[in-house]
């Protein structure tokens, strides 16, 4: 059914935009209540810049963080995969240098994710596609991210994004955004409660990690890659490779100490089955419906929202009973980025995109955290560097997914390292419902105030 508005060219709020979807009669309900409110413009009460617009320069032994878009989450900063800046960048960039309980703000991609900063993930700094907002006065910058997380903050910013192939939120448009006044001490405790879990499972995570490398044996191995080195015409012949990069000897020299010192046997052994994800086909995307999962939706730790596709529920009805994630299955990326796996803990409507291989493991074998753990580690990496080393677009093949090379540790070892990986999951889950609290408290008391306006005008 269509919705309209009809909009008085004199009531156009000189924001100069006649597209029909920045005058939806929910974004001028929301913006109307809020105006009604004690409130303030967040360029009254915050200072607000973007980063570096120039070309980075890396450094990965700088230390110092360097965040886009994709690292910003709802409520909390996700430092995975974040690269390193050189100390002449964050020199040059003072003003996007980040502080404690900054709040960040994603203007390219996903619009208007909100996350607060904290301390374990300074030094950091911002590329152009973030913008930070230090809250200078009046509001409790936790109660600001939850709030911009909100409805009522998302549809300002979604709102106010522009542009045609890429959608953009630039600063001017950020400086307007209306906040408004509300009791929130508990929302503020709620969100940073929240950020001490993901601390929590973090650590927890490592912890499962580190004991994996001790037991192994790995603790402190650090990949050395020779300049030169030599490799027989035999060896070539016997693996179909000819790339330099897969000869590495470090590749060899890893496989070589696990098989030498722990029972190694590869993947194959303990798959029972072995699913590959659909193409649905890009003309079945949909803005919104069952979650058509891509590798970009997967990481260690679970299901992300980045870049979300949807599908329709005809379709999902049609492939769910093959390709559905269900509890307990194992999942594993195999293009993009290889070698991604994670052990499904929870419910999720979906459907896996080609990208992501579905397993059945034979737990009397081995344990799935364990092996998911093994795999994410420098243990797995390496030999998927080695597999899909040299290739332009990057794909895992089957044959080399069957054969890659797992130690077994005995079994009590396996469960010690499982109950920490369960544990950082619980946490995390924790920590994802306090946020969700966190904003349905938000919402709630803004509901009651323009309600307590409306009784007492």
Not at 109 to 134: F, M, S
Request: aromatic share 8%.
């Amino acid at each position: 059914m269509a919705v309209m508005s009809i909009v008085k060219l004199s009531e156009l709020e000189g924001a100069k935009r006649i597209d029909a979807e920045y005058y939806k009669p929910e974004y001028l309900e929301i913006i109307n209540e809020l105006k009604k409110l004690h409130n303030f413009r967040l360029k009254e009460i915050a200072y607000i810049t973007d980063g570096e617009h120039g070309s980075p320069i890396f450094d990965e032994s700088s230390g110092i963080l360097y965040f886009s878009a994709q690292h910003v989450k709802e409520g909390y900063i996700d430092p995975t995969d974040a690269k390193q800046i050189s100390k002449i960048i964050d020199e040059r960039n003072k003003r996007s240098r980040l502080e404690v309980d900054d709040v960040l703000l994603s203007t390219v991609g996903t619009i208007g994710y909100a996350g607060l900063v904290t301390e374990e993930l300074l030094p950091a700094n911002i590329d152009r596609h973030v913008a930070r907002i230090v809250i200078r006065k009046g509001l409790d910058p936790a109660y600001v991210t939850v709030f911009l997380n909100s409805r009522y903050g998302k549809a300002q910013t979604i709102r106010e994004a522009t542009g045609n192939v890429q959608l953009n939120l630039f600063i001017d448009k950020i400086k307007e955004i209306i906040v408004p006044i509300i009791p929130h001490t508990e929302i503020s405790k709620l969100e940073r409660t929240a950020l001490k879990l993901i601390r929590e499972s973090k650590f927890l995570y490592s912890k499962a990690e580190n004991l994996l490398l001790e037991e192994l044996g790995l603790k402190d191995f650090t990949p050395r890659y020779e300049l030169s080195y030599t490799a027989n015409l035999s060896q070539t012949f016997s693996v179909h490779r000819i790339d330099a990069e897969y000869f590495q000897p470090v590749y060899y020299e890893l496989i070589n100490y696990l098989k030498d010192n722990f029972e190694v046997r590869p993947l194959k052994t303990f798959i029972l089955d072995f699913q590959k994800g659909i193409e649905v086909g890009s003309e079945n995307y949909q803005q919104e419906g069952k979650l058509f999962i891509r590798v970009s939706n997967l990481s260690i730790h679970g299901f992300v929202e980045r870049d979300q596709k949807y599908i329709d529920d005809e379709l999902y009805q049609k492939l769910r009973d093959t390709y559905e994630p269900k509890i307990g299955d194992f999942l594993l990326t195999k293009d993009a980025t290889p070698g991604i796996a994670y052990v499904v803990k929870e419910p999720v409507e979906g459907i896996i995109a080609s990208g992501i291989l579905k397993l059945t493991i034979d737990e009397n074998k081995i344990d799935k955290e364990y092996l998911a753990l093994c795999i994410n580690s420098i243990v797995g990496k390496l030999q998927i560097e080695r597999d899909c080393g040299g290739s332009v677009i990057i794909h895992w093949k089957p044959e080399q997914i069957k054969n890659l090379q797992i130690p077994v540790l005995p079994y009590e070892i396996q469960r010690k390292i499982a109950e920490l990986v369960k544990q950082s999951h619980e946490a995390r889950r924790k920590a994802k419902e306090l946020l969700e609290e966190a904003k349905r408290k938000v919402e709630e008391a803004i509901e009651n105030e323009i309600n307590n306006q409306s009784a007492h005008p």
